[in-house]
């Protein structure tokens, strides 16, 4: 099941939101949380759920031996063997169907990988249990008491396929007890409608524009088919991720959970650095406080832990070679800016930085779309006019009329207008009326938009939901 469905729309938040506001006792809350969030895992797949519970327990029991022998040479033990457990089944999961079929290629053997698929979420919920066991470990947090509360936190159905990767600390208050005010409810609907219309009407229809033009077409397309192409790939990437995270946090609102963000409108970067702080936050910050201090032969390195930092979310995200390469892409830029030093790079224009920075991003999500070698090949040739093509043809004039609007759009929304304008209207007691009744009318239009759009549309799965 996934957010941008008529069926999760329409029957399973209202159906899960009443039977939570009947329900008064915040222990049958979140009885009511767990078991929808479990029903809702189920739709993917059935089993799947019994790893999730497993892993629960598992970790459950581990933070309570961890907070207990903190210290000792048992608590190490402990946490070793949580960390080894999570990270190993993460390896397994991502990595068996394609060594599966690296050894079928080499052996001329036949073997079904499909045994081996990716359970929906895995790596957002082991992340989250991994960053419980190392907060407990140092001192961060106490260990749930309850492991129900626990599980809620690990299976949360706003939260358990594609993120953000919450903290315990950040719900450990409300998952005991919460409630939603107004404002929450009314940030939630608004959250919900905006993350919706960023999926269904930019992000679905930019993802058919790019195929066209990167797609079986990408050797005959001309070098402007080619920079159109990658940049309708950079916005659907975006659109569809920001969209996910704007509707897991206004869904998880309307229950009562305040959830970070985990985009800060990351195109207004004037460094890469600055980019990756505002993109995918709740990612970027695990790495960041989990991983780069790591102690690397037996005290923390500096360079060693970014290299590792960026090799591990270039891994992340896939087992083809190009996603390792898109990690170290980034990891290289940073480090150059890191050399440069934060002084000396503000005093370069702020054009020049744009120009550099939205370079940079463009070309890293070429490297992200193609996972075969001989594909992204073509994608630089073509990008230079190496690949035989002209400058510019009917095809990719074509694609630019089509899609003109939609690019524009796209690119507007990129930057803050709303929020700036919102600010503007709380400003002014005499528009604060007209700006609440003009919201409600361009959410239900845009509701009503959204759902048309759906009814005919083939299923949209979110990107990250495969991660």
């Not at 309307?254 to 990612?283: D, M």
Request: proline share 4%; net charge positive.
């Amino acid at each position: 099941m996934i957010f941008s469905d008529l069926f999760f729309l329409y029957l399973f938040l209202p159906l899960c939101l009443i039977c939570y506001y009947v329900t008064k006792n915040p222990r049958f809350r979140n009885a009511v949380l767990i078991v929808f969030s479990l029903i809702f895992y189920a739709f993917g797949e059935p089993k799947w759920i019994l790893l999730l519970l497993f892993i629960s327990v598992n970790d459950f029991f581990l933070a309570k031996g961890i907070a207990k022998y903190r210290g000792k040479t048992a608590g190490k033990v402990l946490l070793g063997a949580g960390l080894i457990f999570d990270i190993v089944l993460l390896l397994f999961f991502k990595f068996s169907g394609p060594i599966l079929g690296f050894t079928d290629k080499l052996f001329g053997a036949s073997t079904d990988a499909s045994n081996f698929l990716l359970p929906v979420g895995l790596s957002f919920f082991l992340f989250k249990s991994i960053s419980y066991l190392l907060d407990v470990t140092w001192e961060k947090v106490e260990p749930e008491k309850n492991y129900f509360r626990y599980l809620l936190y690990i299976s949360l159905f706003t939260q358990v396929v594609a993120g953000p990767i919450v903290r315990y600390a950040d719900v450990e208050t409300e998952l005991l007890d919460r409630s939603a005010t107004s404002e929450d409810l009314n940030q939630g609907v608004n959250r919900i409608v905006a993350g919706l219309a960023k999926k269904v009407i930019i992000a679905d229809n930019l993802l058919p524009a790019a195929d066209d033009l990167l797609g079986e077409a990408l050797p005959d397309t001309a070098v402007v088919g080619v920079w159109l192409g990658v940049l309708f790939y950079t916005l659907y990437v975006f659109y569809d991720f920001a969209g996910y995270s704007d509707m897991a946090i206004g869904i998880s609102r309307l229950f009562g959970f305040h959830i970070k963000e985990n985009f800060n409108y990351p195109f207004v970067c004037r460094t890469i650095a600055e980019f990756w702080q505002r993109w995918h936050i709740s990612l970027g910050s695990f790495f960041r406080d989990y991983l780069l201090y790591v102690p690397i032969f037996g005290e923390p390195r500096k360079y060693a832990g970014l290299f590792l930092v960026w090799f591990s979310t270039g891994l992340w995200h896939g087992s083809h070679w190009n996603y390792i390469i898109w990690g170290l892409y980034f990891g290289v830029f940073i480090l150059i800016e890191t050399l440069i030093g934060k002084k000396k790079l503000k005093k370069v224009p702020t054009w020049i930085m744009h120009i550099y920075t939205k370079l940079v991003l463009i070309l890293g999500f070429g490297i992200f779309r193609f996972e075969k070698l001989s594909d992204l090949g073509l994608f630089f040739k073509g990008l230079v006019g190496l690949n035989g093509n002209g400058f510019i043809d009917e095809f990719a004039k074509s694609a630019f009329i089509q899609n003109a609007v939609l690019l524009a759009l796209g690119i507007l929304f990129c930057f803050p207008i709303v929020p700036k304008l919102q600010e503007k209207c709380m400003e002014n007691e005499k528009l604060r009326p007209v700006c609440g009744t003009l919201t409600i009318v361009l959410n239900a239009v845009l509701l009503i938009a959204c759902s048309i759009l759906l009814v005919n549309a083939s299923s949209h799965p979110f990107l990250y939901a495969n991660y």
